[in-house]
């Protein structure tokens, strides 16, 4: 059951207009709606079901089949000719959505921990989550629930039994992140570093330290902001509400660092990270020494919220990966590194140092990175240079802006290394076969709508 989202309560946050159907019961308008969801086929008795417009679907069509499912109520922006049930009229659903989730989170008297940054926020989380789990019932971001959809969804989610919450806030253009921290309103909040994403509409790294700092315009008075202190952007940050930063990095000048740091390949890495409290002996079991800066800042966050230093070390040897980030896929035949559910130069970097960790031959499948602005050509050429820089054996490149990633591979590289492109995505898929052997490890990445997801499935049925 969802606390006090009554229908009255929830047309009232949402400035809406409750409209009852003839011969309907008014006791319903005072029971508590026990979800809310945007997709029709996830209805369930007692449900609410927000009718949204999207590109491609309107939920208004679906409005019967949810009561016909057992909705409670439904948010529309239009009634339907014969309403079934209770209906909550509003001007636009998805702005509906939004005063809604912050509504439902204020019902709430519990951490909040809000996570941005260029480059690894989801596996911040996940550690986040995983030490906090070590001591407390925690609620966190599922999928890509980050953006201002997902971060309402994931707020719904909350139940009487959760005593942490750890949101993951993505964006991509000025104001989003000031909506979303509008509805989450961290009590911490966690930057991992700024990169070079979204330059299209943010400009350059300054302009996405602008858009990321939105979070700070909601966060609690008395938060508590983490940053990761080796990066020089970050590093700007001397106070937030007159409150310093805690920062955490790999230079003792740093308030939590690590140090002895030691790549175990694929298997994940090891650190011993300094404390204020204490020394913790650190296994990370996700790929990618950098790996060990996402634990810092889970280690930050839980020291804050009173964990003791065993519950934090057990808390980031129990994180698990998530598909399509990192997620590693043991076919029998090759290992795939599936990290292409998003790309941008700091992320492929990072990815190929992971890759030429793993001790076999190895291949990358790179494909175009989006939202880069005037310098995406020059951008993806580097990645190139640095992919072939660091000896990959196999370096394959798919898209119009990869382009220009091959060329940068094809000059840095040497005449040992197979370095391909191909228009599309499919093209290379057709062409996949003839570059892999029995033992490789293959790394997929590129952005979201290159929809390398097919490249990953296409890699499991390979048989040498």
Same mark, same amino acid.
């Given at each position: ?141 599922? %999928?890509?629930?980050?953006?201002? /959809?997902?971060? *309402?969804? #994931? ?8 005593? $942490? &919450? @750890? ?110 409290? %204490?020394?913790?002996?650190?296994? /990370?079991?996700? *790929?990618? #020494? ?8 889970? $280690? &930050? @966050? ?110 840095? %590289? ?9 228009? #599309? ?40």
């Amino acid at each position: 059951m969802m606390r006090n989202m009554t229908l009255e309560n929830m047309a009232a946050a949402c400035g809406g207009k409750l409209v009852m159907p003839e011969g309907s019961v008014r006791a319903d308008s005072l029971s508590c709606a026990q979800g809310l969801v945007i997709d029709s086929r996830l209805v369930k008795p007692g449900y609410v079901f927000a009718a949204t417009k999207g590109e491609r679907v309107d939920g208004h069509s679906f409005i019967g089949a949810a009561f016909e499912k057992g909705a409670m109520a439904v948010i529309c922006e239009k009634l339907p000719e014969k309403a079934a049930g209770p209906c909550i009229k509003v001007k636009d659903s998805f702005e509906a959505l939004k005063d809604l989730a912050a509504y439902y989170r204020d019902q709430f008297d519990i951490p909040f921990i809000g996570i941005t940054g260029s480059v690894g926020k989801t596996s911040t989380k996940e550690f986040i989550a995983g030490v906090l789990s070590q001591h407390f019932k925690v609620h966190k971001t599922e %999928g890509n629930f980050n953006n201002e /959809v997902g971060v *309402p969804l #994931t707020l719904f989610g909350l139940t009487d039994e959760d005593q $942490a &919450a @750890v949101v993951e806030m993505g964006i991509n253009t000025f104001g989003e992140m000031h909506r979303l921290s509008r509805m989450v309103r961290p009590d911490i909040v966690v930057m991992t570093n700024i990169g070079e994403c979204h330059l299209e509409f943010l400009g350059d790294r300054d302009g996405v330290l602008r858009a990321k700092s939105e979070i700070f315009d909601f966060m609690a008075s008395d938060g508590t902001v983490f940053v990761n202190g080796d990066d020089d952007k970050l590093a700007t940050i001397k106070e937030v509400h007159g409150i310093r930063p805690v920062t955490f990095g790999f230079s003792p000048d740093r308030d939590i660092w690590a140090e002895q740091v030691a790549s175990q390949g694929l298997k994940g890495s090891s650190a011993l990270i300094h404390t204020p409290a %204490g020394d913790i002996r650190a296994s /990370v079991p996700l *790929p990618g #020494t950098h790996m060990i800066g996402n634990a810092m800042a889970a $280690a &930050a @966050v839980g020291l804050k919220l009173g964990l003791s230093l065993d519950e934090i070390s057990r808390g980031i040897a129990s994180v698990q990966p998530v598909d399509g980030r990192s997620h590693l896929i043991d076919t029998g035949t090759i290992m795939i590194v599936d990290d292409c559910y998003n790309a941008n130069p700091a992320s492929v970097r990072a990815a190929v140092d992971t890759l030429v960790s793993a001790g076999t031959r190895t291949a990358a499948i790179l494909g175009d990175m989006f939202e880069l602005g005037s310098d995406e050509k020059a951008l993806h050429r580097q990645v190139g240079e640095y992919a072939a820089g660091k000896g990959v054996d196999v370096l394959l490149f798919a898209g119009e802006l990869s382009r220009s990633a091959w060329e940068g591979a094809a000059e840095a %590289g040497s005449s040992s290394q197979i370095i391909r492109w191909y228009e #599309t995505r499919d093209q290379l898929m057709e062409a996949l076969p003839g570059y892999i052997r029995k033992g490789d490890t293959i790394l997929v990445k590129a952005s979201h709508g290159m929809e390398f997801g097919a490249v990953v499935e296409k890699l499991k049925e390979f048989t040498a």
